[in-house]
T-cell receptor, first 111, second 116 residues
Framework: QKEVEQNSGPLSVPEGAIASLNCTYSDRGSQSFFWYRQYSGKSPELIMFIYSNGDKEDGRFTAQLNKASQYVSLLIRDSQPSDSATYLCAVGNQAGTALIFGKGTTLSVSS | NAGVMQNPRHLVRRRGQEARLRCSPMKGHSHVYWYRQLPEEGLKFMVYLQKENIIDESGMPKERFSAEFPKEGPSILRIQQVVRGDSAAYFC??????????????FGPGTRLLVL
């Protein structure tokens, strides 16, 4: 059973701080990795995707991938109260037919 | 807005009835995926379809659930003889491709199914 593990949180950070979200996955053959944000009662919204080892930056967000350690992370700089949501890590299966999701980490940014 | 469209947004059914959930992918996307999110649970893959073909249904329950994506019209997820355990949010996603950056899946607003 392929798994994606995330700390459920809640992760609480003050406004302006860096939030660090982590994810590990079990399938060594996975090639694609995604971070989604989901507000309560809403649908998942894509934040970033990453395919290669290293860092990928987009605005206040940085995704980091380490395939050797089977580890993906998301850094949110200058956190805002509007960033308060559940962050879902998703890993593409080898066949490219499905995303395997973690249960999500709840982030709370206090003003 | 050319986003993924789902309807209905909310659906109430009594036990034993049928539920039909519809999904229209984003313009230019030919790959459709269905996921289910149970209360306090993560998103679980159900089925992946292309036009007129089911490619991967490994996450679909063997009984009562079926999916289709006809040549014309939206993708349909059908649940027969619903039970209370089917109450969940059902999300549809679409992508233009299945490899590389094109495999990124974009989600619709979901259908919240409540079985009484």
């Amino acid at each position: 059973q392929k798994e994606v593990e995330q700390n459920s949180g809640p992760l609480s950070v003050p406004e302006g701080a860096i939030a660090s979200l982590n994810c590990t996955y079990s399938d060594r053959g996975s090639q694609s990795f995604f971070w989604y944000r989901q507000y309560s009662g809403k649908s998942p919204e894509l934040i970033m995707f990453i395919y290669s080892n290293g860092d990928k930056e987009d605005g206040r967000f940085t995704a980091q991938l380490n395939k050797a350690s089977q580890y993906v992370s998301l850094l949110i700089r200058d956190s805002q109260p509007s960033d308060s949501a559940t962050y879902l890590c998703a890993v593409g299966n080898q066949a490219g037919t499905a995303l395997i999701f973690g249960k999500g980490t709840t982030l709370s940014v206090s003003s | 807005n050319a986003g993924v469209m789902q309807n209905p947004r909310h659906l109430v059914r009594r036990r034993g009835q049928e539920a039909r959930l519809r999904c229209s992918p984003m313009k230019g996307h030919s790959h459709v995926y269905w996921y289910r999110q149970l209360p306090e649970e993560g998103l679980k893959f159900m089925v992946y379809l292309q036009k007129e073909n089911i490619i991967d249904e490994s996450g679909m329950p063997k009984e009562r659930f079926s999916a289709e994506f006809p040549k014309e019209g939206p993708s349909i997820l059908r649940i027969q003889q619903v039970v209370r355990g089917d109450s969940a949010a059902y999300f549809c996603a679409s992508s233009p491709l299945t490899r590389g950056e094109g495999e990124t899946q974009y989600f619709g607003p979901g259908t919240r199914l409540l079985v009484l």
